[in-house]
């Protein structure tokens, strides 16, 4: 097996492994695993430093995205839609398909959004019903300054929908301070669990929105108050996938037990960034660099699938290109969750070096 070093999904540790090799009982008859699960939801409020609840749904981190979404919007809801990325200009589609209507502030793909701009255009127009904003934008490992976007928002009474699925756990989450009101989670990025589960934590502003409705959630898989009283009464809208959650548990305990997990991670984007210059290379943006994935332009007269290829068949390292508009423009080295080692980091860049070397790439 390859090292795999892309910005998600991650490696995932043994002790992760084996929890979900575990025996599993009956999560829609055995009360134990509604204990089991609320414990969990609250482990990982209390590590994104929030008291708001967390609920753990079945599905890749797009749920999440699209739950958030469907749970809150109305037919004719005008929301806010922050583009600086892929992901970003991603929410509008979701917007849509629950009858709202994006609008959206797009600002250079190169850049973080400027809170100081985005509050010159709130105070000429914050009739929205809520704003969603990405942490992270993966496809180009741009990082937003929720700290300062979140309780701009909140100043101007709109509600948040933060996707932090590939930053939470690599760059610092305070929820709570930020005033975020949904933030969204995968398992598969810095929490380094497979692809399968997605986390949504939700404000009391945010779910009275969604109590508050005059209209029905159109979804039912996506409808996030199907959960409303699912302690309460131990049940779940669907059957809980248990083993994935014992993996979760883990992974969450592992991060609990690392102090060094937000340092490192700064640490070794930074060192990334580094070799990367030192290497002759540009990275892809200006400024916002994510402690979780680096995005390097790919240098002239080389393809980004083949350096791919050597790193993966040469070297045993699987690093990733990226899509939509930079599909052949970008490298990208995940540096998150359990990749985030040094010296997982350092056979990374060495072989990407030699990689390039081999490629006739000269500096
Ligand atoms: C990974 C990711 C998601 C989940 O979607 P994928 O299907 O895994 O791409 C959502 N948002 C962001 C910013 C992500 O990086």
Same mark, same amino acid.
């Given at each position: 097996?390859?090292?795999?070093?892309?910005?998600?999904?991650?490696?995932?540790?043994?002790?992760?492994?084996?929890?979900?090799?575990?025996?599993?009982?009956?999560?829609?008859? !055995?009360? &134990? #695993?509604?204990?089991?699960?609320?414990?969990? +939801?609250?482990?990982? @409020?209390?590590? $994104? *430093?929030?008291?708001?609840?967390?609920?753990?749904?079945?599905?890749?981190?797009?749920?999440?995205?699209?739950?958030?979404?469907?749970?809150?919007?109305?037919?004719?809801?005008?929301?806010?839609?922050?583009?600086?990325?892929?992901?970003?200009?991603?929410?509008?589609?979701?917007?849509?398909?629950?009858?709202?209507?994006?609008?959206?502030?797009?600002?250079?793909?190169?850049?973080?959004?400027?809170?100081?701009?985005?509050?010159?255009?709130?105070?000429? !127009?914050? &009739? #929205?019903?809520?704003?969603?904003?990405?942490? +992270?934008?993966?496809? @180009?490992?741009? $990082? *937003?300054?929720?700290?300062?976007?979140?309780?701009?928002?909140?100043?101007?009474?709109?509600?948040?929908?933060?996707?932090?699925?590939?930053?939470?756990?690599?760059?610092?989450?305070?929820?709570?301070?930020?005033?975020?009101?949904?933030?969204?989670?995968?398992?598969?990025?810095?929490?380094?669990?497979?692809?399968?589960?997605?986390?949504?934590?939700?404000?009391?502003?945010?779910?009275?929105?969604?109590?508050?409705?005059?209209?029905?959630?159109?979804?039912?898989?996506?409808?996030?108050?199907?959960?409303?009283?699912?302690?309460?009464?131990?049940?779940?809208?669907?059957?809980?996938?248990?083993?994935?959650?014992?993996?979760?548990?883990?992974?969450?305990?592992?991060?609990?037990?690392?102090?060094?997990?937000?340092?490192?991670?700064?640490?070794?984007?930074?060192?990334?960034?580094?070799?990367?210059?030192?290497?002759?290379?540009?990275?892809?943006?200006?400024?916002?660099?994510?402690?979780?994935?680096?995005?390097?332009?790919?240098?002239?007269?080389?393809?980004?699938?083949?350096?791919?290829?050597?790193?993966?068949?040469?070297?045993?390292?699987?690093?990733?290109?990226?899509?939509?508009?930079?599909?052949?423009?970008?490298?990208?080295?995940?540096?998150?969750?359990?990749?985030?080692?040094?010296?997982?980091?350092?056979?990374?860049?060495?072989?990407?070096?030699?990689?390039?070397?081999?490629?006739?790439?000269?500096?």
């Amino acid at each position: 097996m390859y090292k795999m070093m892309t910005p998600g999904p991650t490696m995932v540790a043994e002790n992760v492994r084996m929890a979900r090799s575990l025996e599993t009982g009956n999560p829609d008859v !055995d009360a &134990d #695993f509604c204990e089991f699960y609320r414990e969990t +939801c609250e482990l990982y @409020s209390s590590l $994104l *430093n929030t008291k708001n609840e967390s609920l753990i749904l079945s599905g890749e981190g797009i749920l999440g995205l699209e739950a958030a979404i469907a749970s809150l919007t109305e037919p004719g809801d005008r929301v806010l839609v922050l583009d600086n990325g892929v992901f970003g200009k991603g929410f509008a589609d979701f917007v849509k398909i629950y009858g709202g209507e994006p609008v959206l502030y797009t600002t250079d793909y190169k850049k973080e959004i400027d809170a100081a701009a985005l509050k010159a255009y709130l105070e000429k !127009d914050s &009739d #929205f019903k809520y704003a969603t904003v990405v942490h +992270c934008d993966t496809p @180009s490992g741009m $990082l *937003n300054d929720i700290s300062k976007i979140c309780p701009l928002l909140d100043g101007f009474g709109i509600i948040s929908v933060v996707d932090s699925v590939s930053a939470m756990f690599g760059n610092e989450v305070k929820a709570d301070e930020w005033k975020i009101d949904v933030l969204c989670g995968g398992s598969q990025k810095a929490v380094s669990c497979p692809i399968g589960l997605t986390m949504v934590t939700i404000s009391d502003r945010a779910k009275k929105a969604m109590e508050n409705r005059k209209t029905p959630v159109a979804s039912f898989y996506c409808n996030l108050l199907a959960f409303k009283s699912y302690y309460e009464d131990k049940w779940f809208p669907y059957s809980m996938p248990v083993s994935d959650i014992y993996g979760l548990r883990q992974a969450l305990e592992n991060i609990k037990n690392d102090g060094d997990m937000l340092a490192r991670h700064a640490r070794l984007a930074e060192m990334t960034r580094n070799r990367v210059r030192e290497m002759g290379l540009k990275l892809y943006g200006e400024n916002g660099y994510s402690n979780t994935v680096t995005a390097i332009r790919v240098p002239e007269g080389i393809t980004a699938s083949e350096v791919i290829k050597v790193m993966r068949e040469k070297h045993g390292i699987l690093i990733a290109g990226s899509f939509d508009v930079f599909a052949g423009e970008i490298l990208r080295i995940g540096h998150m969750g359990y990749n985030c080692r040094e010296e997982f980091v350092e056979e990374t860049l060495d072989a990407l070096e030699q990689t390039l070397g081999e490629l006739g790439y000269r500096k």
